[in-house]
């Protein structure tokens, strides 16, 4: 039973462009969700992340938004870079146990 | 300041073989962890440590051994490696007893049973 999905498994967007990825999770006892980035032959990298009072935080390009109510988060880079282009993994914790991950989704900004 | 690092990076082993990865950090983090990723799988988490001296099982935790005798070392052990093992393995590490997450992660290392 997977608890964070993301749906998506790759997404293109134009350089300079919004991207947007989605995650959804199913635990209601998750009260913080992470992003890492990773790019190939390299360990994931932390990228933002946001604590269940929260509905949003932002740090530069990355915004990530929670809606509680729908169990959904989903982060912005604005505006995309090449540079962006790489797998993103959407994480949750209940703040007793491990993080839980999603399966990836693989950005790619393209020029 | 090497953070989380992964010996050895690449290996092959033959069915039925053993061998033991080794996660070492040099942050005085208290929790490490092994994951493995696989395609369309995502990170899946197969053991974890909350400190010196103790380990947990996490997701996936069949046909693999964990040990934490120090505080900076986290080893996995594949005692008679499967092909269904082939994947890529990740060490992360990270502070405190409040987890509000980031994780450090290794560079990972490439398994590959035949």
């Known amino acids: 039973d997977q608890q964070v999905k993301q749906n998506s498994p790759s997404l293109s967007v134009q350089e300079g462009r919004i991207s947007i990825l989605n995650c959804d999770y199913t635990n209601s006892m998750f009260d913080y969700f992470l992003w890492y980035k990773k790019y190939p032959a390299e360990g994931p990298t932390f990228l933002i992340s946001i604590s269940s009072i929260k509905d949003k935080n932002e740090d530069g390009r990355f915004t990530v938004f929670l809606n509680k109510s729908a169990k959904h988060l989903s982060l912005h880079i604005v505006p995309s870079q090449p540079g962006d282009s790489a797998v993103y993994f959407c994480a949750a914790s209940d703040r007793n146990t491990p993080l839980v991950f999603g399966k990836g989704t693989r950005l790619s900004v393209i020029a | 300041n090497a953070g989380v690092t992964q010996t050895p990076k690449f290996r092959v082993l033959k069915t039925g073989q053993s061998m033991t990865l080794l996660c070492a950090q040099d942050m005085n983090h208290e929790y490490m962890y092994w994951y493995r990723q696989d395609p369309g799988m995502g990170l899946r988490l197969i053991h974890y440590s909350v400190g010196e001296g103790t380990t947990a099982k996490g997701e996936v935790p069949d046909g693999y051994n964990v040990s934490r005798l120090k505080k900076q070392n986290f080893l996995l052990g594949l005692e008679s490696a499967a092909p269904s093992q082939t994947s890529v393995y990740f060490c992360?590490?990270?502070?405190?007893?409040?987890?509000?997450?980031?994780?450090?992660f290794g560079e990972g290392s490439r398994l590959t049973v035949l």
């Open positions: 992360a590490s990270r502070f405190g007893l409040v987890n509000t997450g980031e994780l450090f």
